[in-house]
Structure formats: structure tokens, C-alpha cells
């Protein structure tokens, strides 16, 4: 059975700082999601990574995924209050389509002015 | 053009009823899903059509839940007799073919009293 888990669960950072959410999964997977909910709202989607060593940037996110680890990051640089949000990765564990997605628990991450 | 729509957006039922759940994909998606999300947790697959293959129900969690997607168009999750642990938001998302990152409608959040 798929397992994801995300790191850490609950982020607290002030503006300016830099971090990092993990995302490692139990097995073999050819694309990874990440996804942003707002409170009370629905899931907007980041990125897809489809292979090893990927790596997409959109303003002050950056995701990247190893496939051989298992693992995916997304990094903050400088955060801003409007980056206030859960996010979810989430994988596709059956290779070579895409069903259904294995989410990860999310990540709470609030940005202190 | 229009996103995934879900209706109704809010659902307060008693123990016991049925209640129905529709959701409109993106125009031309092939693929619809639905998630089920409990307060402050992830997503749990529900129930996958792709097409007019057969619809992947490994996800729904008892033979109260049931869905339908009429050809590649609208959507009805139906729960039968709901419990309170049935309360949640349900989510709702397509995409095309199948290989494409799914896109999420706004949610049914259902309470059952």
C-alpha cells in the first residue's frame, strides 16, 4: 500500500525566511503533485513532476523531486504573509497512468508578519 | 472555461438519510475522481471513471457509497443511510485522459447530525 508522508505537519515562519517541506513515499512512482488549499477552500494545483531530478520554480516556490530517495521537496524562499495556506503533495502510485492520487497528510504553514 | 463545479455546496442531513452529491468535470475531461477530506486531514480516494471503462470504487469505504458518471459528463456520489462519520467534505475532480494533473471543483462539505 502507497504511503505518503509529509514533513513537518505544522510550520510557523516569519516573513523573509527560508524553508522546507518533505514529502517521502513507500514506493515506486512516475509523478508527483503538489497542491495549496486555503482555508474553507478547494485545492489549487502547483507542480507535476514527472521524472528524476525534476525541478519547477513558480515566484517563491520551488519543487523538486528524487525518484531514487523517494522524496520531494518544496522549498519557500522569502516568505510572504499571502503564502498562508496547507499544502499536499500527493503521488500517483500506479505507473503509467494516472489514477487515483495518494495525498499526503499536508503541511499547515503560516507566514508571521 | 468554466472549472469543476460540485453541488450543493454545503449539506446538513440526519442520521440515516440519503443524500446525493453532483459534480460537473471541465468540459472535455475525460477522467473524474472523487476525494473524500475529513476536517484537517488529507484527501481519501473515493472512486475513479475514466471513459466508459469500468469506474475504479476500490476507495469507497462501505456499500453505502455509490456513484455514477453519465458518459463523459456529470457525476452523483449517493450515500445511503449516512452516519456522522460521514461527515466531510467531498471533493470532486477531473482531468483529460488521464495522464494530466486533476483539477479540483470548490467541494460538498456534508454534515450529518
Known amino acids: 500500500e502507497l504511503k505518503v508522508e509529509q514533513n513537518p505537519l505544522f510550520l510557523s515562519m516569519q516573513e523573509g525566511k527560508n524553508y522546507t517541506i518533505y514529502c517521502n513515499y513507500s514506493?515506486?512512482?512516475?509523478?508527483l503533485y503538489w497542491y495549496r488549499q486555503d482555508p474553507g477552500k478547494s485545492l489549487e494545483s502547483l507542480f507535476v513532476?514527472?521524472?528524476?531530478?525534476a525541478v519547477k520554480q513558480e515566484g517563491r516556490l520551488m519543487a523538486s523531486l528524487d525518484t531514487k530517495a523517494r522524496l520531494s521537496t518544496l522549498h519557500i524562499t522569502a516568505a510572504v504573509h499571502d503564502l498562508s495556506a496547507t499544502y499536499f503533495c500527493a503521488v500517483d502510485g500506479d505507473l503509467g497512468g494516472n489514477e487515483k492520487l495518494t495525498f499526503g497528510t499536508g503541511t499547515r504553514l503560516t507566514i508571521i508578519p | 472555461g468554466a472549472g469543476v463545479s460540485q453541488s450543493p455546496s454545503n449539506k446538513v442531513t440526519e442520521k440515516g438519510k440519503d443524500v446525493e452529491l453532483r459534480c460537473d468535470p471541465i468540459?472535455?475531461?475525460?477522467?473524474l475522481y472523487w476525494y473524500r477530506q475529513r476536517l484537517g486531514q488529507g484527501l481519501e480516494f473515493l472512486i475513479y471513471f475514466q471513459g466508459n471503462s469500468a469506474p475504479d470504487k476500490s476507495g469507497l469505504p462501505s456499500d453505502r457509497f455509490s456513484a455514477e458518471r453519465t458518459g463523459e459528463s456529470v457525476s452523483t456520489l449517493t450515500i445511503q443511510r449516512t452516519q456522522q462519520e460521514d461527515s466531510a467534505v467531498y471533493l470532486c475532480?477531473?482531468?483529460?485522459?488521464?495522464?494530466?494533473?486533476?483539477?479540483f471543483g470548490p467541494g460538498t462539505r456534508l454534515t450529518v447530525l
Open positions: 513532476l514527472l521524472s528524476n531530478g
Open positions: 475532480a477531473s482531468s483529460l485522459v488521464g495522464v494530466d494533473t486533476q483539477y
Open positions: 514506493t515506486t512512482s512516475d509523478r
Open positions: 468540459s472535455g475531461h475525460t477522467a
